[in-house]
């Protein structure tokens, strides 16, 4: 089976800080996504990342697709109390779609 | 109405009853999805409708039966339920291109389903 690991599983932060979170496979992937779902609603997709060492911005959220495709990351600035929410990245390879493990993100005001 | 809209959004049943949930999308998509979301698990893909035909079907047992009319509506019939398959349902839809995935999902906001 496929895995798709997420770290960290939790995070509690205060409003203002920084954090990142991770997405690791064993294989490549063709594209990587990343998805926020906040309490009580579906996922929402933030960013589709497809070239090796590719990095986007999508205002204080940064992505990061590494160099082999085997890995991404998400970084926020400045964290806020929106920003909570479970982010989930996703691998997509022509045959299949992997949802990693998630990370939950709680920012304290 | 816009996006991808799911019906009802908190559902509690018994063992033995029988009960639907409905998802509809308004955004020309041309395949749709079932997922479920438990706690402590990742989302596991249960069914795919392309073009109305089920392309997928992930070993789900057969007390779900899913239903696809037409490209807009997709519903899960639950019956004989167990505890276990206490869940968040998620409805999702996407335009399919030639074997790329780049546009994404775009989720309903789910059913809390709770069988007790």
């Known amino acids: 089976t496929q895995l798709l690991e997420q770290s960290p599983q939790f995070l509690s932060i205060q409003e203002g800080e920084n954090l990142t979170v991770y997405c690791n496979s064993s294989?490549?992937?063709?594209?990587l996504q990343w998805y926020r779902q906040e309490p009580g609603e579906g996922p929402v997709l933030l960013v589709t990342v497809v070239t090796g060492g590719e990095v986007k911005k999508l205002k204080r959220l940064t992505f990061q697709f590494g160099d082999a495709r085997k890995d991404s990351s998400l970084h926020i600035t400045a964290a806020q109390p929106g920003d909570t929410g479970l982010y989930l990245c996703?691998?997509?390879?022509?045959?299949?779609?992997?949802f990693g493990t998630g990370t939950r993100l709680q920012v304290f005001p | 109405e816009t996006g991808v809209t799911q019906t009802p959004r908190h559902l509690v049943m018994g063992m033995t009853n029988k009960k639907s949930l409905k998802c509809e999308q308004h955004?020309?998509?041309?395949?749709m999805y079932w997922y479920k979301q438990s706690a402590k698990k990742p989302l596991e893909l249960m069914f795919v409708y392309s073009l109305e035909e089920r392309v997928e079907n992930n070993s789900v047992p057969s007390r779900f039966s899913p239903e696809c009319p037409n490209s807009s509506h997709l519903f899960l019939h639950l019956h004989t339920l167990q505890p276990e398959d206490s869940a968040l349902y998620l409805c999702?839809?996407?335009?399919?291109?030639?074997?790329?995935?780049?546009?994404?999902?775009?989720f309903g906001s789910g059913t809390r389903l709770t069988v007790v």
């Open positions: 955004l020309g998509h041309n395949a």
């Open positions: 999702a839809s996407s335009q399919e291109g030639t074997g790329q995935f780049n546009y994404g999902y775009t």
């Open positions: 294989s490549v992937f063709s594209s």
């Open positions: 996703l691998k997509v390879n022509t045959d299949k779609l992997i």
